[in-house]
């Protein structure tokens, strides 16, 4: 019986013992690689560069004012529509003291002036309309008479001028009312009523009361790398992603390249600028941060495949065509253009053709 326990468990032994042999061995083997295929397809492809920016009215104006003083009263917020000549601001003057006193003394002098020459005046006349004196000599306190009127009407037009911003004869006060000069969109108001105001002259340029621009007409700014910019050229299109609105895409024509690059962050860039096309009713706020794909090269509905299912080989370019269940053989293809994902194929495939991909 002991000896019957004993050849079975050695019997036991040896078959767990060649179990282990033949699973080991089993396991050593390589399974066979299953590779996927995928066909040719008709897709677009579109060699571009990007661009990045920001799109901007064509036309943004700053109104500023004629004369210095203070904002009376605002007639406009930001999103206001306005048109030409439509009322901005009012600004109410506060004279120079050194200024307004030489205006009123001018005024005094011209009153003393005219009251002389109205008593010369009025004594030559009497002495003409008696001839006791000649036309000529008559003529000459009359003269002075309506000089002396016109030095005072001068005098103190330019009092209320100083005081007011305008003239009697102007007949409104045009300089202190602030204009709107183009029809538009009122961006910005970066004033407040009872702000100080300087006027625009020729040495300084003044206080901004309102920025306008016509929001129809927007044009992208952008900034292109030195080593992009001598594959673009004026005329070519871009399509713009503004972040703002993911939803859509905007066509634009670029139509100036600058000449001149500037260094920026070790690189040399290039400023450009397109024109956007807006669709019908859509509306683009100022400033939006916006990049622009320029596209260099464009060919639609052509036979492409992806370009990690190329080989290469020297010079020339392959990949591997299924002839039965994997199994594979080289097909040498002309290429075209690509995109940096897609490759077009020029000859040497179908759409019917499997092309080896990945293992499984």
Do not use: C, W
């Amino acid at each position: 019986m002991k000896t019957i326990l004993k050849v079975i468990a050695a019997l036991i032994v040896v078959g767990v013992f060649v179990g282990t042999i033949i699973y080991l061995y089993k396991k050593s083997q390589a399974k066979p690689i299953v590779y996927t295929t995928v066909t040719a397809v008709k897709m677009d492809i579109i060699k571009k560069t990007v661009a990045t920016g920001s799109v901007v009215p064509r036309k943004e104006i700053e109104i500023k004012p004629k004369v210095s003083g203070i904002i009376e009263k605002l007639y406009v917020e930001p999103g206001d529509i306005v048109k030409k000549n439509d009322l901005i601001a009012q600004v109410k003057i506060i004279p120079d003291m050194i200024n307004l006193n030489n205006a009123e003394s001018r005024v005094k002098r011209a009153e003393i002036q005219l009251e002389e020459a109205k008593k010369n005046y009025v004594r030559y006349k009497e002495l003409f309309e008696k001839n006791v004196i000649p036309e000529a000599e008559y003529l000459t306190y009359d003269i002075a008479f309506r000089s002396a009127k016109e030095e005072l009407d001068s005098a103190e037009d330019n009092l209320q001028l100083i005081r007011e911003g305008a003239t009697k004869k102007a007949g409104q006060v045009t300089n202190t009312l602030i204009r709107s000069t183009i029809d538009g969109m009122v961006l910005a108001v970066p004033v407040e009523e009872g702000n100080s105001v300087i006027e625009s002259n020729t040495f300084n340029d003044g206080t901004t009361i309102a920025s306008i621009a016509d929001m129809n007409e927007m044009i992208f700014e952008g900034k292109v790398d030195e080593s992009e910019v001598g594959k673009i050229r004026e005329g070519m299109n871009l399509i713009l992603s503004i972040g703002a609105i993911e939803a859509d895409k905007f066509s634009a024509i670029l139509e100036h390249i600058s000449p001149k690059g500037v260094a920026e962050n070790g690189a040399i860039q290039f400023e450009i600028r397109a024109a956007v096309k807006l669709k019908e009713d859509q509306f683009i706020r100022a400033g939006y941060s916006a990049n622009a794909d320029i596209v260099l090269e464009r060919r639609d509905s052509v036979l492409a495949i992806n370009e990690n299912l190329l080989v290469f080989e020297g010079d020339t370019a392959y990949v591997e065509v299924e002839t039965a269940p994997q199994t594979y053989e080289k097909r040498m293809i002309k290429t075209g253009l690509s995109d940096g994902l897609s490759i077009e194929v020029l000859d040497g495939l179908s759409l019917e053709d499997k092309i080896k991909s990945s293992p499984q």
